[in-house]
């Protein structure tokens, strides 16, 4: 099992039954070291090169992280939402709006109404 940093030994502790009960083992811990990882790249913009298979983009981990705070208990909700808060900060300030990439699958999902770098 995956430690998820920043976060308390109780959420840990909620996360871990969530995966148990509705996700895959460590879905939180690698959704959020590939969304971390994304936002590492140099420059002021982030890259959108494909990712090496599909699901693998940094919206696919955004994804899986919406799903666990949607379902965890609020304490551990508040707690992980703070940690994906700042990244969410950060994704939005590195990358543009993209008023036309509106599908309807992505309803609610910002993160992919936002343009990365080619």
Do not use: K
């Amino acid at each position: 099992m995956r430690r998820i940093p920043g976060v308390s030994a109780l959420t840990r502790a909620a996360v871990r039954r969530l995966e148990e009960e509705r996700m895959e083992r460590d879905a939180v811990a690698e959704a959020l070291r590939r969304f971390e990882e994304a936002l590492q790249q140099p420059g002021r913009y982030l890259n959108a090169t494909e990712p090496p298979e599909p699901g693998l983009e940094v919206e696919d981990a955004r994804d899986t992280l919406e799903e666990a705070l949607r379902r965890l208990p609020s304490g551990a909700r508040r707690d992980l939402r703070r940690l994906v808060g700042r990244m969410d900060a950060e994704f939005e300030r590195r990358t543009l709006p993209d008023p036309g990439r509106m599908p309807q699958w992505t309803a609610g999902c910002w993160w992919w109404w936002r343009i990365r770098e080619h």
